[in-house]
């Protein structure tokens, strides 16, 4: 059997969820990941092209910021943790870029190796009138070389003892294979630290023991190999299965719209239903990041599972309010709460 509840919005809730923000600083958090970088270029569309059929950018503005495993350093950095990071990066201009933007914010960067034969991963996006109007990517495709991995995990054996938290960071590009998730999970689980995972389905199976995977829907419905189903009690018999399969102590999938739904171990699975704090949404972009980071960093200060996920729910309602991969920080946070 299950147990199903939706969490009603209280007074007690609330003090709660402002005592543990207020613990949240300095708090060490290990982020183990793709690093990418986000480049946006802004203009204006004032005719077609005579070349072709597509529309001139008046380019106007440009700017980068941290993308993948980089917006989950973002996210914790600015609500005020203690953050290293382990990744690997090209040795090019988007790499420094990003190591530059990181030590600007404290960020312990010791764990990024730089690999020649790789590119660092760039995503740059068009952007004319608040529409994009056109993405293109730069990335070296493939597993790391075993000289890469070794300096990775050597860097990990150096860093996780330091760490009140472990992020893992999946976007598929390399960094998180079997032996980096088997190392950081079974250290992680030794210290008895939260260890959480942003999943990727191809590596599904291997995120057994966690402390939480945070899939949305879509992931959550291909990390099983199944056809979506509507309706919340798909969603319930879905994280249930999951929760069984990678025996974690929760999954908390997030539902747009709708909201999170948070899977806790148990004889019987414990469910508890969110609703959405979002109010108005411009944009998603990294609002996946967002709930991991504060769900990690709530569980790092020493709240339970359904607190931390509360704070999480509320952090994203912030960020999607917000144009571009954003983020909030613990005073915004806590104004939310308010």
């Avoid at 917006?71 to 040795?91: D, F, R, T, W, Y």
């Amino acid at each position: 059997m299950i147990n199903t509840r939706t969490m009603p919005p209280r007074l007690p809730e609330r003090k709660e969820l402002l005592r543990t923000i207020a613990r949240f600083s300095g708090r060490r958090v290990l982020v183990v990941g793709d690093l990418m970088l986000d480049q946006y270029v802004r203009g204006a569309v004032g005719r077609i092209s005579p070349e072709a059929p597509v529309p001139v950018v008046r380019v106007t503005g440009e700017s980068h910021i941290p993308g993948g495993a980089g917006n989950v350093v973002n996210n914790l950095a600015s609500l005020g943790a203690k953050v290293s990071v382990l990744g690997v990066i090209g040795e090019d201009d988007a790499g420094a870029r990003l190591v530059e933007h990181f030590r600007g914010r404290g960020v312990n960067v010791e764990g990024v190796c730089v690999d020649v034969e790789r590119q660092t991963t760039q995503k740059c996006r068009v952007i004319a009138e608040r529409q994009q109007v056109v993405r293109f990517d730069r990335e070296t495709s493939g597993p790391l070389s075993h000289a890469t991995e070794s300096r990775l995990l050597a860097s990990l054996d150096a860093e996780l003892p330091d760490a009140d938290a472990v992020i893992l960071s999946d976007y598929g590009k390399g960094v998180i294979n079997p032996r980096v998730l088997s190392r950081a999970i079974g250290a992680a689980r030794r210290r008895g630290i939260p260890v959480t995972v942003d999943p990727k389905p191809e590596h599904f199976r291997l995120y057994k023991g966690v402390t939480c995977v945070t899939p949305n829907t879509s992931e959550a419905w291909a990390c099983m190999r199944r056809d979506a189903k509507p309706g919340s009690d798909a969603i319930d018999a879905l994280g249930a299965d999951i929760l069984k399969v990678l025996k974690s102590r929760s999954v908390l999938i997030t539902r747009g719209p709708d909201g999170m739904s948070l899977f806790e171990e148990g004889r019987r699975p414990r469910i508890t239903h969110i609703p959405t704090q979002a109010r108005e949404v411009f944009d998603v972009s990294g609002a996946g990041d967002t709930v991991i980071s504060t769900l990690t960093l709530a569980l790092a200060a020493g709240a339970p599972l359904r607190r931390a996920a509360a704070l999480a729910n509320h952090a994203a309602g912030i960020v999607v309010a917000k144009l571009g991969t954003a983020t909030t920080d613990a005073k915004e946070l806590a104004r939310a709460i308010r």
